[in-house]
């Protein structure tokens, strides 16, 4: 909540001591707009929707998630128009970036790559489970880390998302982090690229 896509990306190049980057990936770092933001009195923070409060036991506030998931296809089908096959297309995030991409994936793009998501959870009754109780289709594989300790977004909610998520069919790992907090470790995101390079391995040159 609050940082900006560039922000999203100096934490992690602070924490590898270098870009997360790959020779045949491109990573984009895309910024919420400023909302109002419930959990904060309402004041003006860059955030992917808005909470009526931060707990697993209330209504998700879908106005917003929705809004924001019409915004983020857009960016989708711009990478689409410049040739990159949606199935060569992973979307994840941190805390709540990682609750927006679950959203974006298992209700509107079910056919993309994979999806990861950090120290993040759903709701008790969030509408990813109702869409996934009426689905046939494959669906992204889920690449989840949460940290032990964490104060904001507790563990038992994402270990209850990666139980709910895997009975309705979605093949999802939990990573489980000791001691962390709500916040990114080395450990973390060096697991993570790996899980990036094995669901978009370099693709063999095309022979004509």
């Known amino acids: 909540t609050g940082d900006t896509g560039q922000g999203a990306r100096t934490w992690i190049k602070q924490i590898l001591n270098q870009d997360m980057a790959f020779q045949h990936i491109k990573v984009i770092y895309p910024t919420a707009p400023a909302r109002p933001y419930t959990p904060m009195k309402g004041a003006f923070s860059t955030v992917w929707f808005d909470r009526y409060k931060i707990s697993n036991d209330c209504p998700e506030h879908i106005e917003s998630i929705d809004s924001m998931c019409q915004g983020l296809t857009d960016l989708i089908n711009d ?85 709910m998520l895997k009975s309705l069919g979605v093949s999802a790992s939990l990573h489980t982090f000791p001691n962390l907090n709500h916040e990114l470790s080395r450990t973390e995101i060096e697991k993570l690229k790996t899980w990036i390079v094995k669901k978009l391995p370099v693709e063999a040159a095309k022979t004509n």
């Open 79 to 163: 990478e689409i128009k410049n040739g990159i096959a949606k199935n060569r297309i992973l979307i994840g995030g941190f805390s709540m970036g990682g609750g927006m991409a679950m959203h974006l994936a298992y209700r509107f793009h079910q056919d993309l790559a994979g999806v990861f998501a950090l120290s993040s959870f759903l709701n008790k009754d969030s509408s990813v489970y109702q869409a996934l109780k009426r689905n046939q289709s494959v669906l992204p594989e889920l690449f989840q880390c949460h940290g032990t300790a964490d104060e904001l977004v507790l563990y038992s909610w994402g270990e209850e998302t990666n139980k």
